[in-house]
T-cell receptor, first 114, second 113 residues
């Protein structure tokens, strides 16, 4: 069955520190992979996506993610966190051929200490 | 341009009432999705439209849930005889096509008392 696991429910980092949010997926075919961010009371904003090609993808707000097929992972990273990055982050997976049932993880809530 | 717009932002309904939630997708977006996000959870798929055609409604939790998109633009999610377990944020998303990322609205928070 298709699934997305985000093992960390909460993460706290100090401003300026590096960040890595974990995402593991289970999918029968080559997936589309996404990271979304959700601020309180807001909808989800796309940070970055992986469809094919280079396994290291760059996104907005200085985020990047690396697709590792052998580990079924798509971890999100940022070298230096800003206080405004505090939010909830969702990893999602979809099929490469015309499906629409994106499956979301349960999210990781990021807290940034000043 | 304008993003996905949802209304109302908040809705409080007494158990047993019917509610209607509206979604205005980005102009020209063919695909429209409804997701349900319970507290502390990720969004879960409810239903999908391609233009006016509802191609998948397998995620709708019961026959009290009904969605439509009659002219291929605005969509309405209707919940009849609301129950407390229907309390959640209902997110609408649209995309240019199936291979494009989703653009989400800010959601409607439904509270059933």
């Amino acid at each position: 069955a298709q699934s997305v696991t985000q093992p960390d429910i909460h993460i706290t980092v100090s401003e300026g520190a590096s960040l890595e949010l974990r995402c593991n997926y289970s999918y029968g075919a080559t997936p589309y992979l996404f990271w979304y961010v959700q601020s309180p009371g807001q909808g989800l904003q796309l940070l970055l996506k992986y469809f094919s090609g280079d396994t290291l993808v760059q996104g907005i707000k200085g985020f990047e993610a690396e697709f590792k097929r052998s580990q079924s992972s798509f971890n999100l990273r940022k070298p230096s966190v800003h206080w405004s990055d505090a939010a909830e982050y969702f990893c999602a997976v979809g099929a490469t051929s015309g499906t629409y049932k994106y499956i979301f993880g349960t999210g990781t809530r990021l807290k940034v200490l000043a | 341009g304008a993003g996905v717009s949802q209304s109302p932002r908040y809705k409080v309904a007494k158990r047993g009432q019917d509610v209607a939630l509206r979604c205005d997708p980005i102009s020209g977006h063919v695909s429209l999705f409804w997701y349900q996000q319970a507290l502390g959870q990720g969004p879960e798929f409810l239903t999908y439209f391609q233009n006016e055609a509802q191609l998948d409604k397998s995620g709708l939790p019961s026959d009290r849930f009904f969605a439509e998109r009659p002219e291929g633009s605005v969509s309405t999610l209707k919940i009849q005889r609301t129950q407390q377990e229907d309390s959640a944020v209902y997110l609408c998303a649209s995309s240019l096509d199936l291979n494009s990322p989703l653009h989400f609205g800010n959601g409607t928070r439904l509270t059933v008392t």
